[in-house]
């Protein structure tokens, strides 16, 4: 074990099924996909998404938002501002020396990038805004956050494509028990849902194509008949705080961070290790780290993303490394693939199943793959008491994360 756990004392999700924690617990429990046709697409090769239901940015975030902050920042902010709340930590009176932010992007603001990059085509570079640079390159998020709340300890982002936000809550579990920081606010942020974007993820056949004209049914997790992912946005944070700090100010801890893995296939630019030796790595790893045996682990939230190769490997690895012993589920069957803050809504999904002792399930999942050999939670969610949990999350580059969470006292 590589140092002692730290307790997750806040949650703040904006999903495809809803801007906070609740609402989006509640659709994903329900099992029922977000993904629809998105206006924004159309005339893409692909033309559906899982996109955040229109917010107020004046409500949320103050006037003139809408101008300082690219969508990913946005996305961020809206769900950092849940999570800090939820914690119960007072940003007024805290040292913000002591408080750290490291959340994980992808890509940054690409929104930005594509409608500045269009005015220059079209009007000449005489009309490209001069706040082109601080909205978009990917540090900002956590910059806007750091400066929301005086958080002025270390400050960071980490791009590990779609496993972006579980490396981020990694490092910021590393700058915990490192004694480096009291609290982090950490997680993961992406809007991606970018006409270019799409185009991109649709010529290299990453996207699910086979349900256009019904995109509920698209991104279908470990079925037979899945054919890619749908692209989604949004944002997850974790308030994390060293368990000492939380217990001394009696707050209530939704759950621990127990352990964290990382890992490299070293394999090829966007297909998995076919055996599984990256993933192997990981989640040894993060074993190790939390001091818990590979048979302890009640629940899984798989990276699933629902392309053939990728849960293909996937839920070989879990029953070659884990046995039948935990049930699996896959949340991008309601969210869909939200890239670089997958792993962050994925770990926060996760602290709400041992806390609700619930875990919910897979949509669109109808006929499971034949290769597929692990207990796989469809139809309804399933009343289950997880004392362990797991979240993997994988990223293009064949980098891999895994977190371990364990239940709050």
């Given at each position: 074990?590589?140092?002692?756990?730290?307790?997750?004392?806040?949650?703040?999700?904006?999903?495809?099924?809803?801007?906070?924690?609740?609402?989006?617990?509640?659709?994903?429990?329900?099992?029922?996909?977000?993904?629809?046709?998105?206006?924004?697409?159309?005339?893409?090769?692909?033309?559906?998404?899982?996109?955040?239901?229109?917010?107020?940015?004046?409500?949320?975030?103050?006037?003139?938002?809408?101008?300082?902050?690219?969508?990913?920042?946005?996305?961020?902010?809206?769900?950092?501002?849940?999570?800090?709340?939820?914690?119960?930590?007072?940003?007024?009176?805290?040292?913000?020396?002591?408080?750290?932010?490291?959340?994980?992007?992808?890509?940054?603001?690409?929104?930005?990038?594509?409608?500045?990059?269009?005015?220059?085509?079209?009007?000449?570079?005489?009309?490209?805004?001069?706040?082109?640079?601080?909205?978009?390159?990917?540090?900002?998020?956590?910059?806007?956050?750091?400066?929301?709340?005086?958080?002025?300890?270390?400050?960071?982002?980490?791009?590990?494509?779609?496993?972006?936000?579980?490396?981020?809550?990694g490092a910021a579990l590393d700058l915990l028990?490192?004694?480096?920081?009291?609290?982090?606010?950490?997680?993961?942020?992406?809007?991606?849902?970018?006409?270019?974007?799409?185009?991109?993820?649709?010529?290299?056949?990453?996207?699910?194509?086979?349900?256009?004209?019904?995109?509920?049914?698209?991104?279908?997790?470990?079925?037979?008949?899945?054919?890619?992912?749908?692209?989604?946005?949004?944002?997850?944070?974790?308030?994390?705080?060293?368990?000492?700090?939380?217990?001394?100010?009696?707050?209530?801890?939704?759950?621990?961070?127990?352990?964290?893995?990382?890992?490299?296939?070293?394999?090829?630019?966007?297909?998995?290790?076919?055996?599984?030796?990256?993933?192997?790595?990981?989640?040894?790893?993060?074993?190790?780290?939390?001091?818990?045996?590979?048979?302890?682990?009640?629940?899984?939230?798989?990276?699933?993303?629902?392309?053939?190769?990728?849960?293909?490997?996937?839920?070989?690895?879990?029953?070659?490394?884990?046995?039948?012993?935990?049930?699996?589920?896959?949340?991008?069957?309601?969210?869909?693939?939200?890239?670089?803050?997958?792993?962050?809504?994925?770990?926060?999904?996760?602290?709400?199943?041992?806390?609700?002792?619930?875990?919910?399930?897979?949509?669109?999942?109808?006929?499971?793959?034949?290769?597929?050999?692990?207990?796989?939670?469809?139809?309804?969610?399933?009343?289950?008491?997880?004392?362990?949990?797991?979240?993997?999350?994988?990223?293009?580059?064949?980098?891999?994360?895994?977190?371990?969470?364990t239940e709050g006292a």
């Amino acid at each position: 074990m590589s140092g002692p756990a730290v307790a997750v004392t806040g949650l703040g999700l904006v999903t495809a099924a809803g801007v906070g924690v609740q609402d989006t617990w509640k659709r994903v429990c329900e099992g029922r996909s977000t993904a629809s046709r998105d206006p924004s697409l159309k005339g893409m090769p692909v033309d559906i998404s899982c996109s955040v239901p229109a917010y107020d940015t004046n409500e949320l975030l103050g006037r003139r938002s809408a101008l300082k902050y690219d969508r990913f920042v946005q996305l961020a902010l809206i769900a950092a501002i849940e999570a800090v709340a939820d914690s119960g930590l007072d940003p007024d009176s805290w040292d913000g020396a002591r408080v750290g932010v490291v959340l994980g992007c992808g890509m940054g603001g690409l929104g930005s990038y594509d409608e500045q990059h269009r005015r220059m085509s079209e009007s000449g570079p005489e009309n490209v805004s001069p706040m082109l640079i601080p909205l978009m390159i990917p540090n900002m998020a956590a910059g806007h956050v750091g400066m929301r709340f005086g958080a002025r300890g270390p400050n960071f982002v980490t791009a590990t494509a779609c496993a972006s936000g579980a490396t981020a809550i990694g490092a910021a579990l590393d700058l915990l028990r490192r004694g480096e920081c009291d609290v982090v606010i950490t997680g993961g942020t992406e809007a991606g849902i970018v006409p270019l974007v799409v185009t991109g993820f649709a010529r290299m056949g990453a996207l699910s194509t086979r349900r256009l004209d019904d995109p509920a049914s698209a991104s279908r997790p470990f079925d037979a008949d899945r054919d890619g992912f749908v692209i989604g946005e949004g944002a997850g944070i974790l308030v994390l705080e060293r368990a000492e700090h939380a217990r001394a100010r009696g707050a209530r801890v939704r759950a621990h961070l127990a352990g964290y893995g990382a890992s490299a296939d070293a394999h090829h630019a966007t297909a998995p290790d076919p055996e599984g030796r990256g993933v192997a790595l990981a989640v040894t790893a993060a074993l190790a780290d939390a001091g818990v045996a590979a048979g302890e682990v009640d629940h899984v939230n798989a990276h699933g993303t629902s392309t053939p190769l990728n849960d293909a490997a996937e839920a070989a690895s879990i029953r070659r490394l884990l046995g039948d012993r935990p049930v699996v589920t896959s949340t991008k069957g309601v969210v869909g693939h939200t890239l670089g803050a997958a792993g962050a809504i994925e770990a926060a999904l996760t602290v709400l199943a041992i806390q609700e002792r619930t875990v919910p399930p897979t949509a669109n999942l109808t006929e499971r793959d034949a290769g597929v050999e692990i207990d796989i939670v469809r139809d309804q969610p399933r009343t289950h008491h997880s004392r362990v949990a797991m979240s993997n999350s994988f990223g293009f580059g064949g980098q891999n994360a895994v977190l371990v969470f364990t239940e709050g006292a």
